[in-house]
Each structure stands twice: as structure tokens, then as C-alpha cells.
């Protein structure tokens, strides 16, 4: 049973504008997210994450919020560049050492130049 | 920067083949993990391991076994290779201490034939 979900699977954005990712989980015990950025034939690199105590986290263009309530996390891009472009996972996991992360099924981001 | 380093890119067997995936840190992390990504399934987590001789099951275990004699390498093994092991094989590390991102080497496209 899938505890976080990518609904989306593909985004098309125009360069410049913001690029949002959506993101949702079932678990309440999840008190770490994290997203991650792939582009093809490379693994999968850290992008930005949020601990349950916050809100939102900032890190130049990207931002993470986190709706504890809804059980759902965004990333915004702004302004979204063609290099960009890659496919973008969140994650999750119930925070503390040696825990399992689980992650959604990814959403490719399209960067129109 | 951490490192995280996949003994192949590339990798093609036969049906019924015993294969080894080997995977080495630099960074003296505790905990590693071996994922394996597949379209619209996202990253699925077979094995991880918290301390040298130490395993766990992930998600979807069966078919695979694991072995981390020292820290800094975890194997994963498929015992009897089979065509819907067909996959994308990623590696990670973190450290383990509470809310670390895993660090992802650049996988292994491995084919089954």
C-alpha cells in the first residue's frame, strides 16, 4: 500500500513561471519529508527537506510546505529554468535514526523554454 | 561531498545467473539501502542495513539477499536471476543520526535475459 503518493505524473511549466509538485501521504507518523531530483541515468540527489516542526523551508528558488492537517506537501519552483527539467520524488519517513524512507512515484517536470 | 559509488552502470545476465551488485560509501555512513526503481512504481526499498553484519527487509525482499561485511560496502545479491528482476538498482547511505537525507549513488541498469 502505497503511504506517499505522487497523483501527478508529468508537469509542463514555461521557463520563468512557478512550477508546483504536489505530494501526499497517510502515515501520521511521518515527521521528515524530503524531495529529491533525478534526471535519466543518474540517482536520485537531495533537494530540500522539512522536519514536522516547520511549515516551510526555503532554499533559493525551492520551497517545501507541509499541511500536517491535510497530510501534504508541495514544492514550488520559482522561477522554473529548463535545467529544471528531471523527474522529482518526496519522501518520507517517521523521523529519529534507522528509520525506512518511503517515496511517491515520482512526477516528471518539463521546462518549456 | 559524499560519495556513493555503483560497481557497474550497466549489467546484463541470464535467467537463472547468481548477480552480485556492489556498492561502496566514502563519507562512514551507518545505514545503507538498496532501492530498485521501476516506471509508475517509484523507488521500492529491498534490503537496508544499520551496522556492518546487520539487515533488514524492506518492502520487497523476495528474490534478493544482502551482505555488508565491512561499513562501507553493501552487496545486493540475486540468488537465481529472473526476468522481472529487470530493473534499475539504486544504492543509498546516511548517517544515522535523526533526520538525514540517504545519498544516492547513479544505479545500475541491470537486464535480465
Known amino acids: 500500500d502505497q503511504q506517499v503518493k505522487q497523483n501527478s505524473p508529468s508537469l509542463s511549466v514555461q521557463e520563468g513561471r512557478i512550477s508546483i509538485l504536489n505530494c501526499d501521504y497517510t502515515?501520521?507518523?511521518?515527521?521528515?519529508f524530503l524531495w529529491y531530483k533525478k534526471y535519466p541515468a543518474e540517482g536520485p540527489t537531495f533537494l530540500i527537506s522539512?522536519?514536522?516542526?516547520?511549515d516551510k523551508n526555503e532554499d533559493g528558488r525551492f520551497t517545501v510546505f507541509l499541511n500536517k492537517s491535510a497530510k501534504h506537501l508541495s514544492l514550488h519552483i520559482v522561477p522554473s529554468q529548463p535545467g529544471d527539467s528531471a523527474v522529482y520524488f518526496c519522501?518520507?519517513?517517521?523521523?529519529?535514526?534507522?528509520?525506512?524512507?518511503?517515496f511517491g512515484t515520482g512526477t516528471s517536470l518539463t521546462v518549456i523554454p | 561531498d559524499v560519495k556513493v559509488t555503483q560497481s557497474s552502470r550497466y549489467l546484463v545476465k541470464r535467467t537463472g545467473e547468481k548477480v552480485f551488485l556492489e556498492c561502496v560509501q566514502d563519507?562512514?555512513?551507518?545505514?545503507m539501502f538498496w532501492y530498485r526503481q521501476d516506471p509508475g512504481l517509484g523507488l521500492r526499498l529491498i534490503y537496508f542495513?544499520?551496522?556492518?553484519?546487520?539487515?533488514e527487509k524492506g518492502d520487497i525482499p523476495e528474490g534478493y539477499s544482502v551482505s555488508r561485511e565491512k561499513k562501507e560496502r553493501f552487496s545486493l545479491i540475486l540468488e537465481s536471476a529472473s526476468t522481472n528482476q529487470t530493473s534499475m538498482y539504486l544504492c543509498?547511505?546516511?548517517?544515522?543520526?535523526?533526520?538525514?537525507?540517504?545519498?544516492f549513488g547513479d544505479g545500475t541498469r541491470l537486464s535480465i535475459l
Open positions: 519522501a518520507a519517513s517517521e523521523g529519529g535514526t534507522g528509520n525506512q524512507f518511503y
Open positions: 502515515n501520521s507518523m511521518f515527521d521528515y
Open positions: 522539512i522536519s514536522s516542526i516547520k
Open positions: 563519507m562512514d555512513h551507518e545505514n
Open positions: 542495513s544499520y551496522d556492518v553484519k546487520m539487515k
Open positions: 543509498a547511505s546516511c548517517r544515522d543520526s535523526t533526520n538525514q537525507p540517504q545519498h
